[in-house]
């Protein structure tokens, strides 16, 4: 008999307000695979105390670092942690963490500096816990489904990759702690809706084709008066085999919500995936109809049932997709723990694009001061 | 500080296999507002403990008689108890729940016959443990949003009903688990799709509108050869004030997933609602442009922010509309504990909800037997 | 060398601010197989005069009776005639052409009265002249394809047709030329919406299915105060193999426009069509990914290209569609003249078309006098 | 009363084959404006004449210079000329109608080279004759209406520009008459589908918003072996207001049809078309709800109604839109022969459009040769 025992979990940041708290708190809990026991959710002792309270969250830290020694030292200690604060704490939050061997799962951009990125990715290297960054969008079943199907070769020779992510929240000048931490460089880093939503357009691409483009070209807006990050990045793409793309990310939009969208072409096939209807991947033969693959239905490729929790036409969407994270994030846990390879069928982003985002970041800033320029990507 | 406590709760069938017991568990813990502690997952003790070992539930019961006293008896037994069993056990299990004072959240249809359905309804009144009927889809934040515009009048007088839900799981003869006790009249109760999801389609369009049907004309079918239930429904529905309707239910459309849909038209104005994309209700007022309405959107009524958990363009779907039934459950249950009224702004199907659709299963037949007539829904 | 000489063509009715005369016009310039040479567009000389000189028309007529013998008359005289007046007055119209030898292509419903039908009816039988109704909807690419994939078995067993035609502006009293003789019982007959766009729904599932209706239970309703016709219908349907069909019609639907949608499902697979994309049909195996079937795209039965001017992205709509009907009623009256058969892969709505939609609104009308039993359609 | 007597059109190119010449053909002929009389439709006189008799054409020509010679002798001869041809013939026709003062309507892009356009340019500016150029997308109902709504500030101060055209009909090597020329820089001229289509493209953002950008950054491929042209391009925009954008054409994208979409975002609202449902406009104040603006629709600019024949739900497509083009060249050509000044209604495409076309496909490919640097579009 299968005991079903969930993996002891601690969160530093997402305290009240904080969307993406609460986004990982559900994820986590989606497939009680995890318990959330402690935490060091806010900057000041009594809103961390009653953030957590209200969480349901037992031990609550006035400071990571102590966090992570005290659940370190604990024999019913938390064995992960969940890293949702502003950028700028990322690496050392993720750094004392990793430094007691408890594994992580971190938001996205990996760091606010592509330095602090290296340092970490060391630090990792070097460490046996796991770090998992929450590229949540590379979660969706449909996504997987387009990334298995590139891999087999559905699609033939890939030649073009269009990939867009546009918002409309900053339209106007806003005061919300969401977007007041967002557009200071201190906190958020040099990338405005490049390392807040480039970030995850950038790695969904990647993940997708299997391609990372060599080279891209930036041009870096920001519209508000004010602001003092982009708030639109216009970005063209070049891979190694000729491929070319586009990367569009805005959160000055009005109309879009959280539109992230991907196509991918191939000599035989195409694809396009759209967030807004995550559960169906369109997918056209050169010269046939186009088919609609939905998630868990006809077509599915093997192996990804796992990801989904009720028959298609029971819309499944970004929590479950953000579960999925978790849900592999768990496995893999358990995997570590019991000495065992992490097994294959898991597809975490982690290090690894952590640094490929911040070097797209950096590329884009560097190609903007060049009048975009095309720039190398990983220099 | 606002400590967060879940409600103790159990359940009683959804074994492993079962679709709807896994939804309930996911639905219960999305906003950590229960901890599943007992159950009585399925008939045979062995299989029982299996799937709540694999569920990760403490206290396993062969038999829910059995779980009803003892939790009853302990001082931290459970509070509320799902019933995921098939049709004919609603009955039986709720009586031993409520009969200890213990809060039932229970699948639809309400019991497997009409009479069973008056029993408990008698049963319930003389409760001071809640009754929840699990109409999930009316606790859609754009289905409340409908249900408020209706309210306020945004729509007129009302004038037509239109709502249809078409699925294709059971085109052909099925010996899936699911599609077994379904098609067997003694555990399924004399309704085949009019029972499985027509008494959804007809609650929600009552719900909705706030109007129940008077009469109704039903023609049945069981299309696949062998069936002894009906599969498809077309139903004609004339209400007291004048307005029409219509009902189709069917499990043979394929192409058709989880096609639930709904239109009310009155004479000033017109909403669409459908299943495949529920977090956009159309609106549109005579004479005017149509309106994306969305989930936490621009124009969401006052009051339904509480039903959503992540802003618009990140989709939520049919695990959170359901837990959006589980969160008013807890609110109802803590309510009662502590001696309040029931707030206001839920909005949880009940006991008379139950015994409508047991009413409409009980028309259709009734109508069907005299070559589709229209009859009185509630005689 | 193929020299082109367009069909020498009249018009009745369709005068200035007739919206369906100038469709009609339109339709039989499209393609340039017809010249529109003569008129008697509307009841008064002046109004006819006016009408036919900004419409072009060479030769005007007071009066149809005049103009049919006048027009017979002449060596260069119309060879067809295209009747555009209201409901009433298509019998004695179109009997007048037919009497000379002149082609009818006629509006819908073909007359004011199944008793006229009738008459009509006797008198094609024994006429040379071709009588065509313009079931416009029917020619539609799609539409046709979506007949021939059922034909040739596609779809199985057929089990299920459901077919709705939903509009909105009559949701208010309205005085418009249009809507004015649509609601006079003299000049429109005994149906409103039923007669109106009900018989084009009833047609459409015909023509796509093969399958005509045994029988039928219709529920009226007249939902504006004072409305002396249907404004909406609802209605079941049964057929002799056992399938059954749902039609809904409504001219008091806010936010539809000419919402006209067709669905079918047999046992093996399923199709949807929706007049609002026309140019899409829907297409899914049980068991395997939705098709998207554009027109003219891959996938298209043979034959069909000849319904297409322009490749698929190049939207076709309802003036194409009409002009599809007037096309193949040109090489109909051109086989006709020359003594030969009609091509096969014509598929002309014409008079038993005609009746057929005529005994639908007589079975709507008794069976709505019967609260909704079911009744004959042809009696 | 007002007589109708349509223009007397001839036509060069648009042979039988031609897809194209068709097209221009059913536009001319939609609203009867016009009547096609002569034509030089083939190079080879045989060709010629079977497709003037074919389309039912009374002068057939071997030779276009005759023909504009011949044309401008007769009292009856043809007022204007449509001009169907490959590219490089664009500009020695539309010279030889335009020195007979015989007005051209003609094909995009303008010329095959720049000079060629700005000789034509000369030659157009000092004769009294129209130049039309057929940037048919332009004239789309609610295209027209996205441009009159930012012409009055509904949009507020415009921030975004992206602009897309993808087709999937060159994916493979093709060896049709449509690609062959296509593919051929002595007869399509120094663009591939820069000129094909991206004319298209530039032209509809151009039109739509008022704005031409200044510098342009072009990334050019050709990605079907063998090909002398691009068959994609990706393109940076930017404007002299800081506006931004992003233009994509591509002709190897598999499951795009005629994929034009355009999205432009102001800091007040945005807007959303796409020509696969050409009648919906999509139009979203910044925090309010989404508006579907439908042809003809509620919310419709004054003056639009002119340019739909049907009321919506009726769908108008391609040929329609190209009607427009055409009806107001007619509205044009009358208004110039009786000497009073163009209707400030019309808004045609003419010379300067063409000059800023090619002056795009030259931009772009002076942007290509210095690895997508941003150039002047109008050096």
Known sequence: MRQHVPIRLGMVGGGAGAMIGNVHRIAARLDNRFRLLAGALSSTAE???????????????????????????????IEAVAICTP????????????????????????????????????????????????????????IRQARAMIARGDLGR???????????????????????????PARAGAGGAIGDIGTHAFQLARFVTGMRPERIAADLSSFVPGRRLDDNAHVLMRYANGAKGMLWVSQVAPGTENGLKLRVYGDKAGLEWAHETPETLWFTRFGQPAQKLR?????????????????????????????????????????????????????????????????????????????????????
């Open 47 to 77: 809103k961390a105390a009653a953030s957590a309270a209200e969480a349901g969250i037992a031990r609550s830290y006035d400071d990571f670092h102590e966090m992570a020694r005290a659940e370190a030292a604990r024999p019913d200690g």
């Open 295 to 379: 998630r868990a239905g006809p077509g599915t490729a093997s192996g990804l049932d796992r990801l989904s929790r009720v028959p298609p036409g029971h819309p499944e969407g970004y929590l479950e997709g953000f579960g999925n994270l978790y849900a592999e994030a768990a496995e893999a846990i358990r995997a570590r723990q019991a000495g065992r390879p992490l097994p294959g069928h898991l597809a975490l982003p982690g290090i690894e694009d952590g640094l490929e985002g911040l070097c797209f970041i950096d590329a884009c800033l560097r190609s903007h001061a060049r009048d975009a320029a095309f720039v190398e990507v990983m220099p």
């Open 158 to 184: 890939l030649r073009l990759v269009q990939v867009e992510y546009a918002q409309d929240w900053l339209t106007e000048e806003s005061r919300s702690k969401q977007a007041e931490w967002r557009g200071d």
């Open 87 to 142: 950028n700028h704490l990322h690496f050392p939050v993720a750094r004392a963490f990793l430094a007691q061997g408890i594994h992580v799962i971190c938001d996205k951009p990996m760091t606010a500096t592509l330095e602090q990125g290296r340092e970490l990715a060391e630090l990792a290297r070097g460490s046996d816990a796991l770090f998992v960054l929450t590229h949540n969008y590379s979660a969706y079943p449909q």
